[in-house]
């Protein structure tokens, strides 16, 4: 039987990256729905909770990335459902090729000889 790998936080300056890109793939979602693609996508390794997800959006709304608008949940609740902007589109490219550079950066560490570089 093995052993199920622990829950842990994300990753300080990956949620902006990740929320960007789950609304570029799904389009507009309440905060709910954004946090629980996320855990999902990550296979229920990460886990987000309120006092992480509604300040992240906040932040990104405020720096234009997304913007938000009232409407009905799944559940018929009132939410708020954020979309991407076109500046967030112009930011989740930007977020990815800079992503990918340290990814290849990092990488190179981790190749035989890497670290003697």
Known sequence: MGRKP???EVWQGTLALMILRTLQGLGPLHGYG???????TSGDRLVLNYGT?????LKLEQEGYIASEWGVSE???KAKFYKLT?????????????WQETTDIIARFFEPGGETL
């Open 86 to 98: 076109a500046a967030g589109k112009r930011q989740v490219a930007r977020e990815q090729r800079e």
């Open 53 to 57: 997800i509604y300040p992240a959006l």
């Open 34 to 40: 954004v946090a629980r693609r996320i855990e999902q």
């Open 6 to 8: 622990a829950k842990s």
């Open 75 to 77: 559940n018929n609740r």
